[in-house]
């Protein structure tokens, strides 16, 4: 059998706001038994320190956070195994906010990469079709690569018609893995007015994608939900199972 490996990507739904991950979102993802973690829409700092050491000590020692701007969000990887910076690929850099969604590792030890990333949330037109062009270009440059790219990608590859949309379904038909992860939404508004599935993956073909769904809850705690159910994001975790191909 092939080895499995866990990666999981979650929204914590920071919005660039100072605020300090919850003692209960560590507990939830210790609980996991993840191997590399993914966490778009994080805003670091000092005031995150002892959430990190909570990774650290269930067994995420490894971290890395992609490169700060004032004013934008970024994106933690936490993994059980050492990271490497070298040999990574470009990020896109239409703005300012694509460059600190992005954070690309290699994990030797599993011989495969992950790239950690939130699409921004660009007007429809241009500003869409440039970002996506740059992350596609990215990515079709990288099929001879074990890599699979996690996030909130803002918009449902498998449903409408966004240039993101677009861009994944053109990467798929060049053999990349696009799976359509179990459950009805990764996102949920509060009031419960609106849901959609905009978290994803897309896997180079190297790699294999056994299972993909979306974790709403875990044991007790709501990862997301209504307002009344105190979820501790607006965003379920995406949970997807890899391994390599012979």
């Known amino acids: ?14 919005r660039t706001g100072r605020k300090t991950v919850p003692d209960s979102v560590a507990d939830a993802i210790a609980a996991m038994e993840i191997d590399i973690l993914v966490l778009n829409e994080y805003a670091d700092g000092d005031h995150q320190n002892g959430f990190k050491n909570s990774l650290k000590d269930n067994g995420l020692r490894h971290i890395a956070v992609s490169v700060w701007g004032r004013g934008q969000n970024q994106v933690l990887m936490a993994s059980r195994t050492e990271m490497a910076d070298d040999d990574l690929l470009p990020y896109p850099g239409f703005t300012e906010a694509a460059a600190t969604n992005w954070l690309h590792r290699r994990f030797p030890a599993l011989a495969i990469e992950v790239i950690g990333m939130r699409a921004p949330s660009y007007p429809r037109g241009r500003p869409q079709n440039t970002y996506w062009a740059q992350v596609e270009s990215i990515l079709g440059g990288a099929t001879d690569r074990s890599l699979v790219m ?11 018609d966004k240039a993101g949309s677009r861009a994944l379904n053109r990467l798929r038909d060049q053999g990349f893995s696009l799976p359509k992860p179990a459950g009805n939404w990764s996102f949920c508004k509060s009031d419960g007015s609106a849901t959609s599935r905009i978290d994803h993956s897309i896997a180079s073909p190297g790699l ?12 007790g705690t709501v990862l997301a939900g209504l307002a009344d159910q105190e979820p501790l994001s607006d ?6 199972k890899l391994a390599l191909r012979k």
């Open 208 to 219: 294999q994608v056994l299972r993909a769904n979306y974790r709403h809850k875990h044991g």
């Open 1 to 14: 059998m092939p080895r499995e490996i866990h990666v999981a990507a979650w929204n914590l739904n920071h």
């Open 235 to 240: 965003h379920a975790l995406l949970s997807v």
């Open 150 to 160: 996690i996030g909130d990608v803002n918009c449902d590859p498998h449903s409408n």
